[in-house]
């Protein structure tokens, strides 16, 4: 009768060799066992499995039979771990090795994968572990539905708990919107200010041009005369054009400033209607005008050809089935 201790030998030189010196090393150059390394890796987890296992339980018949298998595989790990560039064609020999190494790799599993699961089974005492695992399920089943009672009293408090909060999270988001408005518009109110006095030195340096154009007359005819006149046309054109740019730009921030001052208006009256009144459908309606207030077109008189946005806003179209 085959003796189970006679495994425990040849499991355990596989320990001797590190497998990762047997895919690739330094005195191997250019030539690997990339190629084996599944079957490699394959050969040492199966390995370890058996050793962790109660093989004593096996018959004699299933010990001989993994003996044997466990001794081809490990003819090839030998010949893997003593692999040299000496041996006549490296390449074949390699190939040769990797081969075989796949050929007793399948035959180890083969030999060996009806009886892992059997011994698995035999040292983890799995009817025990089963009433275990019946026990601990009902318990909890039992703390599930404790909670569920404990979630369903509990739940009245947690919906005011979460509408306060959304309250908070709201009035929060309105209040610093609106002094980002207001801190816009006062930063334009700056720059508008400042394309003032740009375009009012424009305008002076223009009107002080033309005056010295107009005062200085010198006496000249022909072409010295049409070139003296063009050149000063050119400067005052330029000039000009300066001083509408600047007023250009003048106009364009006292607008932003405009309609961000609107904006935070509008957020503000938001705010005190909402703290005002606890009708929802005051707040709805509130919320829907201010929504228009803030993503509709202001008209503020600066720009020229402002189109007036009579149209529903794409932004207002989308918020208003929710606040219905």
């Known amino acids: 009768m085959a003796d189970a201790s006679q495994l425990e030998p040849k499991l355990s030189r596989f320990g001797a060799v590190d497998k990762r010196l047997l895919i690739q090393r330094t005195e191997w150059g250019s030539i690997d066992f990339s190629a084996a390394a599944g079957d490699v890796d394959s050969i040492y987890e199966i390995v370890s499995i058996l050793r962790d296992l109660p ?25 893997n771990n003593n692999f040299s560039l000496g041996e006549g064609s490296p390449a074949d020999a390699r190939n040769n ?45 039992q703390a599930k539905g404790d909670f569920d009672k404990y979630l369903t009293d509990q739940r009245g408090e947690l919906d005011r708990i979460i509408q306060a909060t959304r309250e908070a999270s709201a009035e929060a988001g309105v209040g610093q919107f609106t002094q980002d408005f207001a801190n816009e518009a006062e930063s334009r109110e700056t720059d508008a200010g400042t394309w003032l006095t ?18 200085f007359r010198p006496d000249l005819n022909g072409a010295a005369l049409v070139q003296y006149t063009t050149s000063k046309l050119v400067i005052l054109a330029m000039l000009i054009a300066i001083t509408a ?7 364009a921030n006292k607008h932003q400033a405009a309609v961000s001052r609107h904006k935070a208006h509008a957020l503000k009256t938001f705010q005190a209607f909402v703290q005002a009144s606890d009708n929802p459908a005051i707040k709805d309606a509130v919320l829907l005008e201010t929504t228009r207030s803030i993503f509709t077109h202001a008209q503020t008189g600066f720009l020229k050809g402002e189109a007036s946005s009579e149209g529903p806003s794409r932004i207002l179209e989308v918020i208003k089935p929710s606040a219905e």
């Open 55 to 79: 093989l004593s339980r096996l018959p004699s018949n299933a010990i001989t039979d993994i003996a044997n298998v466990l001794d081809q595989v490990w003819v090839w790990i030998e010949r």
């Open 97 to 141: 090795i990797v081969n075989n190494l796949a050929a007793v790799q399948q035959q180890l599993y083969v030999t060996t994968h009806q009886w892992i699961p059997f011994l698995a089974y035999l040292k983890g005492d799995i009817p025990a572990q089963l009433g275990q695992i019946t026990t601990s399920v009902s318990q909890a089943g």
């Open 198 to 215: 740009r375009s009012t030195w424009a305008a002076v340096t223009t009107l002080v041009a033309a005056t010295a154009f107009f005062l």
């Open 245 to 251: 740019w600047c007023a250009g730009n003048y106009k």
